[in-house]
């Protein structure tokens, strides 16, 4: 019986959503992000193994940070012209060699160039999977973003706590386990690229322009402002969004003196409300359209983030529980609408606004750290309170819902949007 994984299986009809395609790239990418995330999981003991400064841990993340989401766009625009079902391996191959050199590097520039592999690895991954949740979609491409970043969101909670397991007691040596992660992740990438394989040959078309994109008729100019817009976004979401994943312990802590083990458990809390948010934001942005999503998400979220400061413990979670919610919605309803902007484009844009989002959350933790060393905790959360402000500035996104809902309407495709 043929799999949808088969080389030789018929591709399936573009307008209905193959969601064993969805769960296999969802599951690749929360693979992907757990390795990931073991980098800054194992900080303290790659510190204490090579004598490391704090400026030297920095410049890991930033190795790290920069090959991961500077090539992404370049990646992008490369595998629209010619796209490579083998890449989605590739990928993962060279973030298994990454993995193995840490666990075997003497000095700290083989370190760096160890973590610079992962950071390539994850480059290559994200453009190209997210044209493959693109195109498996059936038009619903809010859902498939959500399901696919959703996996994402997963393994990077999932990264630290396998890596105090099994690599903090036994040391340095024992991150190679997790090249057996990697290589699960080689052999999902492959059956997947067999599918893909298979609706490049047959619907090559409809690999970088899947079903429900249309021509915007917009000016050159627009179009630049609405990507100008868009990432302005991403800039606000992920600034709070790294204030949150990198401080909220040390702010628990600092101002309602809880344990590190309670802070942790406030934590996780946190990010299980943006998986919740993660996975309802595509949906609805399909339902009700992507700029009423952003809207919401982003904007929506400043009453709560205003008054987290100003709560006790039990309000603060509350809250926090909330904002996770409502900002991690953000993403996919923002990426949809960033592809329908520019059809034809998925991994450029994938790579421009994933390589953006790692970027500017690297960037922003360091400065959020610096500012807080010169002030206090307290006084980061206040000032990231008023960045989901900069949610207003959607109402100067144009409305392409209506356009897509009329082609889609003469091509005899009825669904919400």
């Known amino acids: 019986m043929k799999t949808v994984f088969s080389a030789k299986a018929a591709p399936a009809p573009v307008n209905q959503t193959v969601y064993a395609i969805l769960f296999a790239i969802s599951l690749s990418h929360l693979l992907n992000d757990l390795l990931q995330s073991i980098i800054p999981a194992i900080y303290p003991m790659l510190k204490t193994n090579f004598s490391l400064s704090f400026s030297q841990v920095g410049l890991i993340t930033m190795t790290s940070q920069l090959t991961a989401s500077v090539l992404q766009p370049f990646v992008g625009h490369y595998t629209d012209r010619n796209p490579n079902s083998k890449f989605l391996a590739l990928a993962m191959v060279i973030t298994l060699i990454g993995l193995i050199c840490i666990s075997l590097a003497p000095t700290f520039p083989v370190l760096l160039a160890s973590v610079a592999l992962i950071g390539v690895g994850s480059a290559i991954f994200h453009p190209e999977a997210s044209r493959v949740a693109h195109l498996a979609s ?5 859902l498939a973003q959500s399901v696919f970043q959703v996996g994402g969101n ?3 909670s999932i990264g630290p706590l396998l890596a105090a397991l099994i690599i903090i007691p036994h040391g340095q040596g024992h991150i190679r ?3 057996l992660v990697a290589l699960i992740g080689v052999i999902l990438l492959s059956l997947i690229g067999r599918w ?8 090559k078309p409809l690999i970088s322009r899947a079903v429900g994109d249309v021509s915007t008729s917009l000016s050159k100019n627009k179009i630049f402002w609405a990507m100008s817009i868009l990432l302005l976004l991403i800039f606000s979401k992920y600034i709070y969004m790294a204030s949150m994943t990198n401080y909220f312990t040390f702010y628990l802590i600092d101002k309602f ?3 590190v083990q309670q802070s942790q458990l406030y934590l996780f809390a946190f990010l299980g409300a943006i998986a919740a948010g993660t996975i309802l934001g595509g949906p609805l942005g399909d339902r009700y359209g992507r700029k009423l999503i952003i809207w919401i998400s982003i904007l929506g979220a400043a009453p709560f983030t205003i008054l987290l400061p100003y709560m006790n413990l039990a309000g603060t979670i509350v809250l926090a529980i909330i904002i996770g919610i409502i900002i991690s919605s953000a993403f996919s309803a923002i990426l949809v609408y960033a592809t329908e902007l520019v059809p034809g484009k998925v991994g450029m844009i994938a790579g421009l606004f994933f390589g953006f989002a790692f970027g500017i959350a690297g960037i922003g933790s360091a400065v959020l750290g610096n500012i807080a060393d010169h002030t206090s905790i307290a006084h980061v ?3 990231c309170s008023f960045l989901p402000l900069m949610g207003i500035v959607t109402a100067f996104l144009p409305n392409i819902e209506n356009a897509r809902f009329t082609t889609s309407s003469k091509a005899g495709t009825h669904r919400n949007v």
């Open 138 to 142: 059936g038009g619903k491409k809010g």
């Open 154 to 156: 997963a393994g990077t």
């Open 177 to 179: 386990w997790f090249a």
């Open 196 to 203: 893909y394989q298979t609706n490049m040959t047959y619907n």
């Open 257 to 259: 003196h809880v344990s």
């Open 381 to 383: 959360f206040s000032m």
